[in-house]
């Protein structure tokens, strides 16, 4: 199996805490929320500034990613850039929220977190989306749907009937 680009060897940094090292990063990422995700196609790039505590690692940059999104109302797709700032800290402790693996930091878990911590839970492709027809599936930001002027048939028509 391949390494991945977004686990480093950190021996150095470990050994002496303050010690400090510049990362650039790039790699190619398939991370999704339901509606929002990052596009495999754009690569992940990364300007990292890694610096060695006596307990860890502390990563603090900024990431970059393409993300498509797919408006919550009108199912419309469109790709935006995505820039997160990230500081975090990888541990050797146990109890850590992100953890050192021996002489080795994965920043995956930090940064996949941090980047989909940025995406739009309920995206939309303009704050005044009209969205669908809910008879014919037409797309309303394109036009009024034509035939439907007058609500369909109820079910429930032939009760009103008893009421008059």
Do not use: I, K, Q
């Not at 146990?94 to 980047?115: C, F, N, Q, S, T």
């Not at 809910?134 to 109820?154: I, K, M, Q, R, Y």
């Amino acid at each position: 199996m391949p390494r991945s680009p977004l686990r480093l060897v950190v021996s150095d940094l470990l050994r002496e805490p303050g010690h400090r090292r510049a990362v650039d990063l790039e790699a190619s990422v398939d991370w999704a929320l339901e509606l929002s995700r990052v596009d495999p196609s754009v690569p992940l790039r990364a300007r990292l500034a890694l610096e060695g505590t006596s307990g860890g690692v502390v990563a603090r940059g900024r990431v970059e990613v393409g993300a498509r999104h797919t408006c919550r109302r009108c199912l419309r797709e469109w790709g935006e850039p995505v820039e997160v700032e990230v500081l975090e800290v990888l541990s050797a402790d146990a109890e850590a929220e992100y953890r050192l693996h021996g002489d080795e930091a994965d920043l995956e878990p930090p940064l996949r977190d941090a980047v989909l911590l940025a995406l739009p839970l309920r995206p939309l492709c303009r704050p005044d989306c009209r969205g669908l027809c809910a008879v014919c599936g037409a797309d309303l930001n394109t036009g009024s749907c034509p035939g439907h002027d007058e609500a369909p048939e109820s079910p429930f028509a032939p009760l009103r009937d008893l009421l008059t």
